[in-house]
């Protein structure tokens, strides 16, 4: 079988589903989303702890953060679907002096871009929000009230059920076995479902990204990096709702979901590469430092079948990359999201779109071109969870 298509997107997740929305929004509808699994989602998306924060330490994380917790707040409007957009807000609890100046300077730049809610809070207050923290060591924090959480599989069907209704195709089970470029353009596409004549291939393929790229002669700096997500079984000690809680101290953070807490922790042990089996050994590690802030966490049980791990798709610089391969004409990044790449679809989505029908958007995604690596043009997200 061979077909043509205006742009074809390597990964049916939430980014790729996210490029194809703006992609037909703006009147581009010849688009092909290729999944190599039997449905969507079955990647990254499905594996997200499904946050969304604009309380970032660099300009393009706060932009891209405040025009997506805007397309989540209407996305109903928009697409017809829910996001599950709940703004429950993301607490960050500092024990040092530092630590309290780098929140400070943070809310600096983001009340500079528009986030104007965003604010310091003490000790007490901390308090307030959840009881049954141990704060002693606390000097105090930095709370969005518009911080909160979505649901990673709804936002991937609203994008692309919206994406098919103005035209676009979704082909599953179908793997992507060459990119063909000549003359140092795209040409088109090998899957196993047939070629598909393109002058545009995304790619989308979240922490299967670099092997994408390789298909079309391209080295690109995406690492997998497993990280795993506890989920308690029943908790009626904590709020009904409560922030998302990060302990600067240890990286430790916990939110609610529905009747249950789902814990997680940036393990620095962790070595990178393709790993997405739960180990008992992390949920030790993780119930040490949660019982050091909440310990009735002591009693809460947890059933390890309810645990799971994903792969953030990580960047030297923890910074995405988005933008058109220097050396292949056509050839469009969307990768790299280290953690974020759901809470920035929306903003993926607009840029990408943008970049390719050769539009203005709402920031300038120059910064986030693949070539600032040979460049030395490094951007440094510190407020990485």
Known sequence: MSV????????????????AYNLTAQGCHNVLIIEREEKQGLGSTSKSMGGVRAQFATEINIQMSLYSIDVFSRFEELTGHTADYRAHGYLFCATTDAHLQYLRDNQDKQRALGLTNARMVSRDEITQMVPQLIADDMIGGAYCPTDGFVDPNSVMTGFSKRAREHGAQLWLNTAVTGIRVENGAIAGVQTTNGEIATRVVVNAAGPWAAGV??????????????????????CDFLPAKFPMVIDMSTGFHFRREGDAILLAWPDNEETYGFQTAFTHDFLEKILVRAVERVPQFETLPVNPKQCWAGMYEVTPDHHCIIGEAPTVKGLFFANGFSGHGVMHSPATGRLTADLIMRQQSFVDPKPLGVERFAEGRLLEETAVL
């Open 213 to 234: 790229a390789e298909l079309a002669g391209i080295e690109l700096p995406v690492t997998p990096l497993r990280r795993q997500i506890v989920k308690t079984q029943t």
């Open 4 to 19: 043509t298509a205006d742009v074809v997107i390597i990964g049916g997740g939430i980014v790729g589903s996210s490029i």
